[in-house]
């Protein structure tokens, strides 16, 4: 296995020294056009023989073959699983070694999350709607630790500049926890807009389960040409990866 890509990004938090992962960019790929280069998504309009070569590549930095999900913005978590096919799920967990935990994104927030003993972790594709349906929470369920043992990154995301939302996002959030308007500021003359920051929104709900490390974040995928972004590509858009797994 190779170590990354030097344009891709490791997580910098205090995971024990098992447990790997990072997240991919546009860089080190085959794609070309709106999905150069390093597009993953098989869903996102790209050549079948670009978005196959590109995982390709990407599996020489991998221990074993990623396991992808069938992402629908959900809260559905499944144990990751070596051996092909994708589950309908926004998140996973291993147990041990043996699997690749994965998700795609190109706005949404992944969340990696491991337990300070390096025995499980989890991955979530964390939207405003994955977030609103309690994804975080069902990730950490499980993976069958107390939360108070974990701690949690936060990937590449839309920034809180730059996501757009109206009262109905907002309403979902604050149906649940009155403490989320924090986290929507209004549109300035664009009355029943808000500017959202899911990074704030994931640290809420993670210190509200109880979940007492979490860095990262900060990251804006709309405005770090770096990354993927299908908001500010209005639609057409290649997807990064974000992948975290326990060394044997």
Not at 88 to 107: K, Q
Request: charged share 20%; glycine share 14%; hydrophobic share 45%.
């Amino acid at each position: 296995m190779k170590v990354p890509h030097p344009d891709w990004i490791v997580p910098d938090w205090p995971a024990p020294p098992g447990v790997r992962g990072f997240v991919t960019t546009r860089s080190g790929g085959v794609s070309t056009g709106p999905y150069a280069s390093m597009n993953l998504g098989s869903r996102s309009g790209d050549l079948a023989d670009h978005i196959a070569r590109n995982r390709a590549l990407l599996r020489e930095y991998l221990p074993a073959d990623a396991a992808w999900l069938r992402q629908v913005h959900g809260a559905q978590v499944v144990v990751a699983r070596p051996e092909g096919g994708e589950a309908e799920a926004d998140a996973s967990v291993a147990h041990g070694p043996g699997a690749v935990c994965a998700v795609l994104v190109a706005d949404c927030m992944p969340v990696f999350l491991a337990d300070r003993d390096g025995g499980v972790v989890g991955l979530a594709h964390a939207g405003w709607r994955g977030l609103s349906g309690g994804v975080i929470e069902a990730t950490v369920r499980a993976m069958g630790t107390d939360p108070a043992r974990l701690m949690a990154w936060l990937g590449p995301a839309i920034g809180p500049s730059q996501f757009e939302v109206g009262n109905d996002v907002r309403d979902a959030f604050v149906a649940r926890d009155v403490a989320a308007g924090a986290a929507f500021r209004p549109y300035p003359q664009r009355p029943g807009k808000w500017l959202a920051d899911l990074g704030q929104l994931a640290r809420q709900r993670l210190a509200a389960i109880g979940v007492p490390a979490v860095g990262g974040g900060g990251m804006c995928t709309v405005e770090d040409a770096r990354f993927f972004s299908h908001r500010r590509d209005r639609g057409v858009s290649g997807r990064m990866a974000a992948l975290l797994w326990i060394d044997a």
